[in-house]
């Protein structure tokens, strides 16, 4: 398998030239869902298959999990930035530097799935009560140099959830061996 396809198994995200009221019920959908199927692939792992990893010098299955729930914290604040603030421009992080932090390297994956699950609820009720006008609102990324609305973003975190989904499932699959 190539490098590439072991980083992005389900592929590339591209963003959406239109995004339709559908594509939105689908990208919240898939939202809304994520915490539990991580969950269920995660649970029972134990302390050494946490340390899989899903590509050589990729993360393991524990830095995964937290990394989910630090970029999904992220995502949901820039979103309520976006809803009560005209345009802000918002703090990207450095993930690869988080996920080298105390608490992605040693804390138990329970606590980022309490985490995620909170959040995605909150996150989930959120977008639900958006109407068309909201989602039409925007942030302005500094690592992307441009505007992001949040129908798009909201398309970009259902991708990666799928993302992060499959990269726990090849590592597990993997077994070890990278």
Request: with cysteine; glycine share 2%.
């Amino acid at each position: 398998m190539e490098l590439e396809e072991l980083k992005y198994p389900i592929g590339k995200f591209k963003w959406p030239k239109e995004v339709s009221v559908i594509s939105i019920s689908e990208y919240i959908s898939v939202i809304e869902k994520f915490p539990a199927l991580l969950k269920s692939e995660v649970e029972k792992l134990s302390e050494e298959e946490l340390l899989f990893i899903y590509r050589p010098e990729g993360w393991n299955i524990r830095q995964v999990v937290h990394h989910c729930a630090d970029s999904h914290s992220n995502a949901f604040t820039r979103f309520k930035l976006a809803l009560t603030e005209d345009m802000p421009s918002i703090k990207p992080y450095l993930e690869n530097l988080w996920a080298q932090l105390p608490d992605v390297i040693n804390a138990p994956i329970e606590w980022s799935l309490e985490i995620l699950d909170g959040t995605h609820k909150r996150w989930v009720m959120l977008m639900q009560n958006m109407d068309s006008a909201n989602w039409k609102k925007s942030f302005i990324h500094p690592e992307h140099n441009r505007e992001l609305k949040l129908e798009s973003v909201a398309s970009l975190y259902a991708w990666h959830c799928n993302h992060h989904l499959e990269h726990v499932k090849q590592a597990k699959n993997f077994k070890g061996k990278f």
